[in-house]
């Protein structure tokens, strides 16, 4: 297993940088007075494809040799890893295919399409969208680039913690939302070289909480087909993801549907942009943790913004 390193991650910020955009970091008085804590948000939702995704998936189809690309690359993912690995093909000019669950966001799909991609439907359960990834990747022979459990993914997703600390003047805690673990892996791998101060927390819902039973047992858990309203954290974590967040992360908190719903209206209302359900997970967690985070500089990475617009979780 080879475990990226800090310089992976500087090599691939300057291989991603015509690739991405350096997304913006916003505040709002309100949020900071309702959890006491100083609260920065890093706005990932507005890349080009609307996810931190096109950073890991970028870095890993600009490595590729011409050789390497001729037959493209191929994935699984329940949408953002999806969309951004067809946005990154589709800007070097090679095939996506793409397995997701039938139960994906029709925005996800949409967006995957917009960029080139081809999707495989799978029923909603890794271990389905697994068979369906091997059946796929048989066929076409593209470059297998894993969701998050690869060490070019996540040295792309380090680049976001990156430029984080560099917009923030430094922070005294990041959360981060956690399914697979690939962002909070490039967060781990950055922060550990460049701010070992800072506390690492990984956010999660309850109804999707292997990461955290993992952490508690010290071994990884996984659970084959977890129902959340925070869709993009469905999947469990991997040997790769699992070593940085068994050796670097403090903390794994959890916050139930309703907390979460609260959360993304609250985000939506105060920050006055669009994040996806598994986006809001963090803030939900702050405030149900509120003297953890109470005069600190917390840094909240938003993850995503791939919303459908026609099945909003507070319209019934």
Not at 3 to 22: F, S, V
Request: proline share 5%; aromatic share 6%; with cysteine.
């Amino acid at each position: 297993m080879y475990i990226p390193t800090y310089q992976d991650m500087l090599d691939a910020h300057e291989r991603i940088r015509p690739h991405i955009n350096r997304t913006p970091v916003r505040t709002s008085a309100y949020l900071n007075e309702l959890t006491g804590a100083q609260l920065f948000f890093k706005c990932e939702n507005f890349q080009e494809p609307g996810a931190f995704k096109v950073r890991g998936a970028s870095n890993a189809v600009f490595g590729l040799s011409d050789e390497q690309a001729e037959k493209g690359v191929a994935t699984h993912s329940s949408g953002n890893h999806a969309s951004c690995l067809s946005y990154a093909a589709n800007r070097r000019g090679i095939p996506c295919n793409v397995v997701m669950p039938r139960t994906a966001p029709q925005a996800k799909k949409d967006t995957v399409r917009r960029y080139g991609g081809k999707i495989t439907e799978c029923a909603p359960s890794t271990s389905s969208r697994e068979e369906a990834f091997a059946r796929v990747q048989a066929e076409t022979g593209g470059d297998f680039v894993h969701p998050y459990n690869d060490p070019r993914v996540i040295a792309g997703q380090g680049t976001c913690a990156r430029e984080f600390m560099e917009q923030t003047d430094g922070l005294d805690i990041v959360v981060v939302p956690i399914g697979g673990g690939g962002m909070i892996s490039g967060t781990c791998l950055t922060l550990a070289h460049q701010a070992p101060e800072t506390q690492i927390i990984a956010a999660e819902p309850e109804q999707a909480d292997d990461a955290y039973r993992s952490f508690k047992a010290g071994h990884i858990i996984a659970d084959d087909a977890p129902k959340t309203i925070a869709d993009g954290l469905l999947v469990p974590l991997k040997d790769l993801t699992w070593h940085f967040v068994s050796n670097h992360v403090t903390d794994i908190l959890t916050a139930s549907e309703g907390e979460i719903v609260d959360a993304m209206k609250l985000t939506w209302k105060h920050l006055r942009i669009v994040m996806e359900a598994s986006s809001s997970v963090p803030l939900a967690t702050i405030l149900q943790n509120k003297d953890r985070f109470a005069g600190k500089r917390v840094g909240i990475i938003i993850t995503g913004g791939n919303v459908d617009l026609d099945r909003l979780p507070w319209i019934k």
